[in-house]
């Protein structure tokens, strides 16, 4: 099974938030990422966060953490279509640093 | 914005052929990776290496190979390639010391389609 769980698809109007969610399973990790993916491009890097955090915030930006439910989301404040892309959730465990786990990615779809 | 190249970015081969798909990074950095990433997939790693002369399977069984002679450098080589190899390859790389996040960053890709 999955390590790591994301849904597929998000569909929002620009202007309106996003919320895109995740499910993890290793209670060992010690980061957590959100990188992005856009079209015919490689990950980049958007957030992360540390497993002792319960949130972030980086301009538009939230990234909220639940450990006990391994719950990880982000959020993107006014969308923008720009902001259309594949969001990949990854977790580091232990002392494994640089050797992430991803999840399949949720595809962001932005409609003017 | 990260130093690290892929080349070729997009390969049409036939069956049979041999492949090296190359990648290269101008941080220094000692750990390098590829993971392969098929359409609504997750990233899988197929190789990774901590320095120079190290290298280690990843966790997606690959028929390919790799070798780190350099720090810069970390090449992917298919002996004889197939349709199942159809797929786009991911190269990436991170500090390997310190206080880091353990950040990867990753090259372009290199979309390869055996025919």
């Known amino acids: 099974g999955e390590d790591v769980e994301q849904s597929l698809f998000l569909s929002v109007r620009e202007g309106d938030s996003s919320v895109i969610n995740c499910t993890y399973t290793?209670?060992?990790?010690?980061?957590l990422y959100w990188y992005k993916q856009e079209p015919g491009a490689g990950l980049q890097l958007l957030t992360y966060i540390f497993s002792n955090m319960d949130m972030k915030q980086d301009q538009r930006l939230t990234v909220l953490l639940n450990k006990k439910d391994k719950h990880l989301s982000l959020r993107i404040a006014d969308t923008q279509t720009g902001d259309s892309a594949i969001y990949f959730c990854a977790e580091s465990r232990g002392s494994t640093l640089g050797r992430l786990y991803f999840g399949r990615g949720t595809q962001l779809t932005v409609w003017p | 914005e990260a130093d690290i190249y892929q080349t070729p970015r997009y390969l049409v081969i036939g069956t049979g052929k041999k492949i090296t798909l190359e990648c290269s990074q101008t941080m220094g950095h000692d750990k390098m990776y590829w993971y392969q990433q098929d359409p609504g997939m997750e990233l899988h790693l197929i190789h990774y290496s901590y320095g120079v002369n190290s290298t280690e399977k990843g966790d997606l069984s690959s028929e390919s190979t790799v070798s780190r002679i350099r720090t810069e450098h970390f090449p992917l080589t298919l002996e004889s390639a197939r349709p199942s190899h159809t797929s786009q390859y991911l190269c990436?790389?991170?500090?390997?010391?310190?206080?880091?996040?353990?950040?990867?960053?990753f090259g372009e890709g290199s979309r390869l389609t055996v025919l």
């Open positions: 990436a790389s991170s500090e390997g010391t310190g206080l880091n996040t353990g950040e990867l960053f």
């Open positions: 290793d209670s060992s990790s010690t980061y």
